[in-house]
Nanobody, 132 residues
Framework: QLQLVESGGGLVHAGGSLRLSCAAS????????IGWFRQAPGKGREGVTCISGSGQTTYYSDSVKGRFTVSRDNAKNTVYLQMNNLKPEDTGVYYCAGKAWITNAQAMCVDGASRSEWTDYWGQGTQVSVSS
């Protein structure tokens, strides 16, 4: 079965850290740009950070720049999202998504946020809750 599986969500206090993982099953991530998207209650989907297939280009939304770091280990077929200095407004369901042959990380985040059908794969999501 071809799928992306997120893990690592949870409940933390403001200022805390979490690391999310996005693992591919049934296919290799080598040629896939991967994006992390979040959706908070009552809000639209936001492209938080994206990384190209090679890992050479990344994009961060202004809301997380300097606090979140995306990385990938293609040998482990996994992409990571390190989230530091978490804030209550970071609360939401975090999804990873993949699209093949995308070298522009910003395009991955912008188009993936506005058109869910644009990506090839979506994970099931993992809840991140940050208390004040």
């Amino acid at each position: 079965q071809l799928q992306l599986v997120e893990s690592g969500g949870g409940l933390v206090h403001a200022g805390g850290s979490l690391r999310l993982s996005c693992a591919a099953s049934g296919f290799t991530l080598d040629y896939y740009a991967i994006g992390w998207f979040r959706q908070a209650p009552g809000k639209g989907r936001e492209g938080v950070t994206c990384i190209s297939g090679s890992g050479q280009t990344t994009y961060y939304s202004d809301s997380v720049k300097g606090r979140f770091t995306v990385s990938r280990d293609n040998a482990k077929n996994t992409v990571y999202l390190q989230m530091n200095n978490l804030k209550p407004e970071d609360t939401g369901v975090y999804y990873c998504a993949g699209k093949a042959w995308i070298t522009n990380a910003q395009a991955m985040c912008v188009d993936g946020a506005s058109r869910s059908e644009w990506t090839d794969y979506w994970g099931q999501g993992t809840q991140v809750s940050v208390s004040s």
